[in-house]
């Protein structure tokens, strides 16, 4: 059940697989200069999908790895999103991603000390499509493992991860950057297998920003979108996953108060529950998050949540009932079971999942 597919490059044959129905390629490829490969895996197999041109290290004239890239021998099972959290520049050209692509990997060799790039894939305001730390597309050309990232701790070996070039906290990504996102995103579905709903946020599992609230809002339209390349049904529901709601200084509301609540009830009772992100609820969730080894950056997103939204009864006197209490009575039209776990808080909070899931928590050991 093999066919033989041959990858071109300015016109010229450079590469000639065989192509078996789970899109696992063996043969050789001979790459000579940039390597530039069309993603044509594979036309009429089950899992097929045509993926973007990615640019691999070569190509964008990547530094050589300081240490080997450790690899491991299991799928990923997701896929993070983020953004470089860089300005929103309207120099598209491919010159312009190729130097976005090198002045990363130089911040995370150099700076963070890290042994390559920590993104597997790096997409520009342009739409191009590359390779981050090394090994990563002919991994994924494969699809059978896994490189280890440094994108976001505790996913490292069960997601792909990939950086977008911009901050887009107020602002939507290009047209061409959503386009080779989705595309991208899709051809990693089918290479790997993923959900096409198994598609995240940074914040969903750290306390960051990051891919920043518009991206971040658009999340929901990528899975659909994603589905729809891969040709698959999901349901509009499906699509909205449970999430946790982040909390920056200076916010203000139901959430923040309940939040305070729960903070009292590990003990912070120096926090005074009156709904305003004030520097003493920033103070307290820096310590809260150093006491639980969070990111400690005074914003509570999906990392910390999970730690400080404990299961309570909801008839408890305690600081953690008055912070069920507290949003529930936003919510008034909707009954609070006698035990509150985490869907719950999340239902609460209005980032709950429909269908309701637990699917954001961390899969595998944290690292
Ligand atoms: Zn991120």
Redesign the pocket.
């Known amino acids: 059940m093999a066919e033989v597919v041959t990858w071109t490059s300015g016109g010229a044959i450079v590469g000639r697989f065989e192509v078996t129905r789970r899109g696992f390629l063996t043969g050789g490829l001979a790459l000579a200069g940039t390597a530039v490969l069309g993603a044509t895996v594979g036309a009429g197999t089950a899992w097929a999908f045509d993926g973007p041109p990615i640019t691999d290290c070569a190509g964008w004239g990547a530094r050589p790895n300081s240490a080997v890239v450790p690899i491991w021998n299991q799928r990923p099972v997701k896929i993070?999103?983020?953004?470089t959290?860089t300005p929103n520049v309207t120099d598209y050209s491919q010159g312009a991603a190729f130097a976005l692509a090198r002045s990363i990997q130089n911040f995370h060799m150099d700076t963070r000390g890290w042994l390559d790039t920590g993104q597997h894939f790096t997409i520009s305001r342009g739409g191009d499509v590359m390779e981050g730390r090394h090994r990563s597309l002919e991994v994924l050309r494969i699809g059978q493992r896994q490189v280890e990232g440094a994108?976001?701790t505790g996913q490292n070996i069960v997601s792909v991860?990939i950086?977008n070039e911009g901050t887009y906290i107020d602002t939507d990504p290009t047209d061409a950057l959503w386009t080779s996102l989705r595309t991208t995103c899709a051809y990693i579905c089918s290479q790997y297998g993923i959900a096409p709903t198994e598609l995240y946020?940074?914040?969903d599992f750290?306390n960051?920003a990051?891919?920043g609230d518009r991206l971040y809002g658009m999340l929901p339209r990528l899975r659909r979108e994603v589905a729809g390349l891969l040709g698959k049904n999901v349901e509009g529901g499906a699509t909205q996953k449970a999430s946790w709601p982040l909390l920056r200084p200076g916010d203000v509301g139901v959430d923040v108060q309940a939040a305070q609540y729960l903070l009292r009830d590990h003990g912070m009772t120096e926090v005074v529950p009156h709904g305003r992100y004030d520097a003493a609820t920033a103070d307290a969730v820096v310590a809260f998050e150093q006491a639980t080894g969070a990111e400690d950056v005074g914003m509570l997103g999906g990392e910390t949540w999970p730690v400080l939204a404990r299961t309570v009864r909801s008839s408890e006197r305690s600081e953690a009932g008055k912070a069920v209490e507290t949003l529930a009575a936003r919510r008034n039209a909707e009954s609070v079971p006698d035990v509150v776990t985490r869907p719950d808080w999340q239902r609460l909070l209005g980032t709950g999942g429909s269908p309701a899931d637990t699917s954001v928590d961390p899969v595998g050991p944290p690292r």
């Open positions: 993070l999103v983020h953004h959290a994108h976001c991860g950086e946020g940074h914040r750290k960051t990051c891919p």
